[in-house]
């Protein structure tokens, strides 16, 4: 099984551009996250989905959105990049529709803007 | 908001050495895991706790769900190369796990063969 997959693994943007990271999972898992990763911040919940359908925003979902499309795929958008919104961003999953904090990552996206 | 932090940010230790670092917090957690993030990948869980006062070992690796349920260690024993990493705590703050698992900002751990 592949687990996680995020496409794509790099991607570099200018200000103003958009763009969406995909993300899919091979595990029948219900809920999936996504995450950013800064420097010294750990990571940093932006929106989740507890279950296909349903879609809830995190800790920072300013200039994001997503799209829960189905139970296996879920995509984040960022509609106008801005610098600040240069991250390594992070899909997870998780068997239950409750976060038991067992999470399953992909290999993450590393997105500049500049 | 709750936060949870980490210490110390940074180790550097001799292949074969001990291991100790901490999560505290300000308000009470309903679990704590670790994770471990290997560079380039994601991070992977390496232990799950979920009562206060849970003593659980993988391997070499021995965690504890304090008392007070406001933090957590990780001990590594005997480390090897491979240890090398960032380790992340991560915690439900309690009521609730509405999906809003908080993580610690990481401890950065290498090793010297």
């Known amino acids: 099984n592949a687990g996680v997959t995020q496409t794509p693994k790099f991607q570099v943007l200018k200000t103003g551009q958009s763009m969406t990271l995909q993300c899919a999972q091979d595990?029948?898992?219900?809920?999936m996250y996504w995450y950013r990763q800064d420097p010294g911040m750990g990571l940093r919940l932006i929106y989740y989905?507890?279950?296909?359908?349903?879609?809830d925003k995190g800790e920072v979902p300013n200039g994001y959105n997503v799209s829960r499309l189905n139970k296996r795929e879920f995509s984040l958008r960022l509609e106008s990049a801005a610098p600040s919104q240069t991250s390594v961003y992070f899909c997870?999953?998780?068997?239950?529709?409750?976060?038991?904090?067992?999470?399953?990552f992909g290999e993450g996206s590393r997105l500049t803007v500049l | 908001g709750q936060q949870l932090n980490q210490s110390p940010q940074s180790m550097f230790i001799q292949e074969g050495e001990d291991v100790s670092m901490n999560c505290t917090s300000s308000?009470?957690?309903?679990?704590w895991l670790w994770y471990k993030q290997d560079p380039g990948e994601g991070p992977v869980l390496l232990i799950a706790?979920?009562?206060?006062?849970e003593l659980t070992s993988n391997g070499r690796l021995t965690a504890q769900f304090g008392i007070t349920r406001k933090d957590s260690f990780l001990n590594i024993s005997a480390s090897i190369p491979s240890d090398v990493g960032i380790y992340f705590c991560?915690?439900?703050?309690?009521?609730?796990?509405?999906?809003?698992?908080?993580f610690g900002q990481g401890t950065t751990l290498q090793v010297k063969p």
């Open positions: 706790l979920y009562k206060a006062g």
């Open positions: 997870a999953s998780n068997e239950g529709t409750v976060n038991t904090g067992e999470l399953f």
């Open positions: 991560a915690g439900h703050p309690t009521p609730g796990n509405t999906g809003k698992l908080i």
């Open positions: 595990m029948n898992h219900n809920s």
């Open positions: 989905s507890a279950s296909e359908g349903t879609t």
């Open positions: 308000s009470i957690f309903n679990t």
